[in-house]
């Protein structure tokens, strides 16, 4: 099993829908757990940290599972401007040092 | 204000050559990471500092090296460079591993 798998996509939805992407991770330990937003080709760019209650930054809403080791984004009202890739990140612990993993992403577009 | 520097933003080198891709933060970060993104592939964690003076191999190290001498820089070196080293490659800092990164823009590197 990879250490972090996200829904391969493409996802096309129309203007004003509302969308998910799973993010299942391997590794109980993670620590840490975070969505990236990227243009095409751009860097990526953090859109939200994830916390274990969960948190919201307006049409946006992620949420952490750690019984079923997986997080989630969703993203209500979707906009043309959300057209991108997403991707997941996780962190978790590998003796001093913790590593940053990063799933493939997850590509959006939205469809006037 | 600007964060994580990147240079050169484009490169083509013939096999066999060597050179170094710049990356410089103005942001008092102690963890600087440098990761190759390639189609299909997501991205992946070539080398990572945790401060000067420390650093340590990520997930595909072979073919590179880095130093780091000062808090601000961390220069990756191809020593003979491969087809296969043609990439997308990204620096990327943080106050910790186990908070969110701050990308640069990226160097897209072409080895004919």
């Known amino acids: 099993r990879k250490e972090v798998e996200q829904d391969p996509g493409p996802f096309n939805v129309p203007e004003g829908a509302t969308v998910a992407f799973n993010c299942t991770y391997s590794n109980s330990a993670s620590q840490s757990f975070f969505w990236y937003r990227q243009d095409c080709r751009k860097e990526p760019k953090l859109l939200m940290s994830v916390y274990s209650s969960g948190n919201e930054d307006g049409r946006f809403t992620a949420q952490l599972n750690r019984a079923s080791q997986y997080i989630s984004l969703l993203i209500r009202d979707s906009k043309l401007s959300d057209s991108a890739t997403y991707l997941c990140a996780v962190t978790r612990s590998g003796g001093s040092n913790y590593k940053l993993t990063f799933g493939k992403g997850t590509l959006l577009t939205v469809n006037p | 204000n600007a964060g994580v520097t990147q240079t050169p933003k484009f490169q083509v080198l013939k096999t066999g050559q060597s050179m170094t891709l710049q990356c410089a933060q103005d942001?008092?970060?102690?963890?600087m990471s440098w990761y190759r993104q390639d189609p299909g592939m997501g991205l992946r964690l070539i080398h990572y500092?945790?401060?000067?003076?420390?650093?340590d191999q990520g997930e595909v190290p072979n073919g590179y090296n880095v130093s780091r001498s000062t808090t601000e820089d961390f220069p990756l070196r191809l020593l003979s460079a491969a087809p296969s080293q043609t990439s997308v490659y990204f620096c990327?800092?943080?106050?910790?591993?186990?908070?969110?990164?701050?990308f640069g823009d990226g160097t897209r590197l072409s080895i004919l």
């Open positions: 942001m008092n970060h102690e963890y």
């Open positions: 500092s945790v401060g000067a003076g420390i650093t």
């Open positions: 990327a800092s943080s106050y910790s591993q186990r908070e969110p990164q701050h």
